[in-house]
């Protein structure tokens, strides 16, 4: 009996990742290294005006004095950052506008990819800013969001383009101080998305990054900033992946957003970095800062992250209520399997009156997974009648996986109400028993447990993205029956 | 060549943590018919259904079970399931966050495939959801709810009825399905098993009590004790139990035990 549950186990680990491949294509890399005129050759390929090199310069300096957090509930390897390529660019033919100017081969690398961005083939009702590496290879559908005054470009475009939003809004909620990784973002970063809202519109259609890493060696450092005008609305996704490899690669993001009175705006993600194999080799370190600011009154954020890849995830999307009545929330799926490690959760200040916060965090652990989850709930003296609300489930399969919990509350205000609820639970066996004597087999019952389980923030997911991390889910936990 | 009987049991033998407690049981089951295993708590009862169903708490070391002269013994749990035994447990467990109707939706479903057959659709899925509910009586907010989370042990014992209703199975075993039940609730149990009930489906129930067979009439009262079937007759002998209780089987099977290991030595 036990050998069939090994081989059982076994059989099922074997459930490969399916975004593995790696595109050949000729790609401008810079040597290795960092430095200064690392950073100044950056800036210097995306022939950026003055302001933004000293920015990135001003990042740099600041950089070099800071030490890597250690706070976290995780194991990370010594970094050697002489040892990454902090730029490396497709070589596209022409410049892409049009799609026609599009390389064929990367065409075909998104494709595999899901995301089609070819004029018929795109998907409907999702405008994508299609990302590998260092550059932005093709946002579709900005022509019909400019008709409705929607910015909607890689940021080096925006630099060009319009750099007196850019230089508003950049660096106004992640200062360039503001973490070891966000600073290291603020000096190398090499492209992202950049998105506007104006007053009152409700963006008609998803808007999408997909971000890819395909050159070995290379870091990813992408910027993302969405500024979501008066009364304006827009549901934004992020996707990733990265092909298989023996060495671990850095990714290290900054997202921003800013709402204005009365705007909202709904920001998911679906997290599926390669995660390094079973014995732990390789997979992406994400170390993200995502943050967001409800600068309006009766403003609106709504992060919502699936998390399922990644040898080692430190990010903790978060809202500053700033404006009266302001809502910030927080859904999130975390998942580690085999040797993954996750530290992740949110923080939610409550600055002005009235401000409301959810936060809802399901932990899933298998193997030999570590998963934590870390929050911070902060009312400051002025916001009379703060509430916030947290939840916070671990799923544990197996017994040499881990689930941690750590919260933080801060309370200023008497008047606030912070409510923290906890559990922990392990599927059983007999609950997968039960399923298999009703003829389902104990990979399919696994996924339907962790489903129902997850389904309160899967549900907070675009549909059409949903049924997606419903199957990645499954996916990510295939071979870890306890 | 096709055997005459559904399910066959010779000389099971099986242990737990290395005590022997099934200790060499025999058992026939032909299509349709109705069998009913008494006998007192810590026989072996529920420990036969585990084995049955592929559960491995117990460990089989001897003797054989063939199930429409498969060899059962070598199929997984979910093959079994889906070769059509069915058991509504003593004990059923709760599933937090998965609807009742995505469980049914996916066993079916999986049971159909085993058979070649096409998934059902939607609409018919829903249509024989609505018709097996109301043929064991069950409260329509129950299939809207997760898979027996907080539902009361009533409750639980008639979903347990009520899958087996979907499911159709050719074996259905019910271990201790009527423990707990007030005279109503054994009532609709009793008759939607007898309702669901095609002529070719054989019931295997597990009991402590005569009343479950006062509305599910078996063909053969078996009387475990101690691991083995000690006793085996019509219905009437679960009458005779009810007025005399388990004693004098334990007894009369004490004897025979020690009579049978000295004839063997
Ligand atoms: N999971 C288990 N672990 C250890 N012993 C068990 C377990 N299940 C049953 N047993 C033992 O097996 C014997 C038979 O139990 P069971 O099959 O539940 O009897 P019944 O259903 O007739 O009351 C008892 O002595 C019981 O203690
Ligand atoms: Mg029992």
Known sequence: MENDQDKVLDELTSGEYKYGFVTDIETDVIPKGLSEDVVRLISAKKEEPEWMLEFRLKAFRHWQTMKMPAWAHLKIPEINYQDIIFYAAPMQKPAPGSLSDVDPELLKTFDKLGIPLGEQKRLTGVAVDAVMDSISVKTTFRESLAELGIIFCSFSEAVREHPSLVQKYLASVVPYTDNFFATLNSAVFSDGSFCYIPKGVRCPMELSTYFRINASNTGQFERTLLIADEESYVSYLEGCTAPMRDENQLHAAVVEIITERGAEVKYSTVQNWYPGDKEGKGGIFNFVTKRGICKGDDSKISWTQVETGSAITWKYPSCILRGNNSVGEFYSVAVTNNYQQADTGTKMIHIGRNTKSTIVSKGISAGFGQNSYRGLVKVLGKAEGARNYSQCDSLLLGDKCGAHTFPYIEVDNPSAIVEHEATTSRIGEDQIFYCNQRGISTEDAIGLIVNGYAREVINKLPMEFAVEAQKLLQISLEGSVG | ?265
């Open chain 2, 1 to 265: 060549m096709k055997s005459e009987f559904l399910l066959q049991i010779k000389e099971l033998k099986a242990t737990i943590d290395n005590k022997e407690i099934l200790k060499g049981l025999n058992l026939e089951v032909k299509p349709g018919e109705i069998h009913a295993i008494m006998g007192p708590n810590g026989s072996g009862k529920s420990t036969l259904a585990n084995v049955l169903t592929g559960r491995d708490i117990a460990t089989v070391t001897h003797g054989s079970v063939t199930f429409e002269g498969k060899d059962l013994l070598v199929m997984s749990p979910e093959e079994r399931a889906r070769e059509g035994i069915f058991l509504s447990f003593q004990y059923p467990i709760e599933i937090p966050g998965v609807s009742m109707v995505n469980f049914m939706k996916t066993a079916i479903n999986e049971q159909r495939k085993h058979r070649g057959l096409e998934p059902l659709s939607a609409s018919e899925f829903l249509r024989q959801m609505r018709e097996k509910k109301e043929l064991v009586e069950i409260d329509s907010a129950l299939t809207n709810r997760s898979v027996n989370e907080g539902f009361s042990g009533g409750e639980k014992k008639k979903n347990e009825i009520f899958q087996m209703a979907m499911l159709e199975p050719r074996l259905a075993l019910l271990d201790e399905t009527d423990s707990g039940l007030d005279i109503d609730a054994l009532r609709i149990v009793a008759n939607g098993v007898n309702k669901i009930r095609r002529t070719d489906t054989s019931v295997i129930v597990i009991t402590h009590y005569q009343r479950l067979l006062d509305y599910i009439v078996p063909d053969y009262v078996h009387v475990m004790y101690d691991g083995r079937i000690v006793r085996t007759a019509g219905p009437e002998l679960a009458l005779e139990l009810e007025e005399r209780g388990y004693d004098w089987i334990r007894k009369e099977a004490d004897v025979n035990e020690e009579t049978w290991t000295t004839d063997r030595k």
